[in-house]
């Protein structure tokens, strides 16, 4: 069985979770006069849903170990596509609502410890209260930029090279498990890809792409490809420059 670093999502006292879990709620509220056989089938529940995001992301390929799962309550809302009004980009709202409430609940179990380094797989549950139509692709947009928003998880969101969703209908609980756990790929993402070390200040750095030499870390540290002056043997400003400024304008001068 894989570790789990489950984040339980239940705003009341839970005897089977573990010590010291978090609390990853959204909009969720009980009544005073709630009974313990209510919050027994909610701790089961709770349970059930991390089991099955678990064993989602164990699929797509994640190392099963150290699993980081957790649940948000509430409607899960699809990433819509940013609107253009008179030359002015907005968001609608309640994706923007949605993704801060997920990276709230992130937060608020302090995620998983330590970010991802390396690739990550992401597998989610989204339970909905109706049949409406959505693609389970924009639900998980929203998902990952949640998570993006919290910082607590990975450092960058090109590190998820595997996905999973799954849409489910449950009218009166409307709510969604998500799992995260690092990913076995040959596109390597993170601290995994491959490091070098500027041969100009020595720092290591990882280029932006396997196909670049990568010799240096920035503009700054890249020597400028000079020519060599053909009257007096200093460097000139430019490759395609045969003189330096000053014996330039020396000849200039001595032309008039």
Excluded at 161 to 179: F, K, N, Q, S, Y
Excluded at 188 to 207: H, I, K, M, N, S
Aim: hydrophobic share 35%.
């Amino acid at each position: 069985m894989p570790e789990i670093m489950t984040k339980w999502p239940l705003t009341c006292d839970n005897e089977d979770a573990p010590a010291g879990a978090g609390n990853t709620t959204r909009g969720l509220t009980r009544s005073s006069g709630t009974s313990r056989e209510g919050l027994a089938v909610d701790a089961t529940r709770s349970q059930l849903d991390i089991l099955r995001a678990t064993g989602l992301v164990v699929a797509t390929g994640a190392l099963d170990h150290d699993v980081y799962a957790f649940r948000v309550e509430g409607e899960p809302i699809a990433k819509s596509r940013v609107r253009v009004e008179k030359s002015r980009r907005y968001a609608v709202g309640r994706t923007d609502d949605a993704e801060l409430d997920i990276a709230n609940a992130v937060r608020r179990g302090s995620g998983p410890g330590d970010r991802f380094a390396g690739n990550v797989a992401v597998a989610a549950v989204f339970y909905r209260s109706n049949r409406h139509r959505v693609d389970v692709d924009n639900l998980l947009k929203t998902v990952l930029d949640g998570i993006t928003k919290s910082g607590l998880v990975w450092a960058d969101d090109d590190q998820v090279t595997a996905v999973l969703g799954v849409i489910e209908h449950d009218p009166a609980h409307p709510r969604i498990a998500v799992a995260v756990a690092n990913h076995e790929s040959t596109m390597l993402r993170g601290d995994a890809r491959r490091t070098r070390t500027c041969e100009t200040c020595g720092v290591a750095f990882q280029p932006h792409s396997d196909r670049q030499r990568g010799r240096y870390c920035s503009l700054a540290c890249r020597p400028r490809r000079v020519q060599i002056c053909t009257a007096c043997g200093g460097p000139t400003s430019a490759p395609h420059v045969v003189r330096c400024l000053p014996c330039h304008n020396s000849n200039q001068r001595g032309t008039r």
